[in-house]
């Protein structure tokens, strides 16, 4: 056996593969397990920025006038695509192979596929807004469903991310309100804004 490498002797950008930030749990690699609850907890991350994304550019377009449904949906698709290419982008600056200018397609497939679960949040009130287009209820009612929508993916996703641990159960309802109060807050400040 070779002796271990000198730890302070640093490593070449090049030998590198992963994202330098954040450095993965010392031996998640070696486990396929952990490496799958790694990557289950970081697409609930995803989808919880895509969620609140959404309930933000929901509550921004209700300050129109005449809010049209499927313009809505095109924003809100719109909005969410775009933050998903900047997500991705983000991502990526942080790779080794960024700063060594060896970047792969490979790397970009990977980061926008990772980040997918952002642009899969902005789904459901996409649909909300259609079918309010389509007549099945008014743009009004549309926005009131896809707040109350956003919020409980929130709870969901919440609850997703606090699954399979050992924590007691108030600490998980604890974590699972948090994350709510964050959509409740936002829908809050834009009936606020509203009275001002």
């Known amino acids: 056996m070779g002796e271990p ?17 954040p450095t993965p749990a010392l031996g998640a690699e070696a486990d396929p397990e952990a490496h799958r609850q790694r990557r289950r907890v970081q697409r609930f991350a995803d989808y919880i920025y895509g969620s609140i994304s959404t309930l933000v550019a ?9 809010p049209q449904a499927l313009t809505t949906a095109g924003v809100v698709v719109v909005g969410a695509v775009a ?83 050992d924590r007691r159960p108030v600490r998980r309802i604890v974590h699972i309100v948090g994350l709510v109060a964050v959509g409740v807050m936002i829908v809050l400040l834009e009936l606020l804004v509203h009275l001002l």
Request: glycine content about 6%; overall charge neutral.
């Open 5 to 21: 490498p000198d730890p302070a002797e640093p490593v070449r950008p090049s030998e590198r593969s992963e994202p330098s930030w």
């Open 58 to 66: 929901i509550a921004g377009l209700t300050f129109e006038t005449h």
């Open 83 to 165: 933050i998903w290419l900047a997500h991705a982008l983000s991502r990526l600056v942080t790779l080794d192979r960024w700063h060594a200018m060896s970047l792969r397609r490979s790397d970009v497939t990977a980061q926008l596929r990772g980040s997918w679960p952002i642009v899969s949040a902005a789904f459901p009130a996409t649909a909300i807004f259609v079918l309010a287009g389509v007549h099945l209820w008014t743009v009004r009612t549309a926005f009131a469903l896809a707040e109350v929508v956003g919020v409980l993916a929130l709870a969901v996703v919440g609850f997703g991310t606090t699954s399979g641990t």
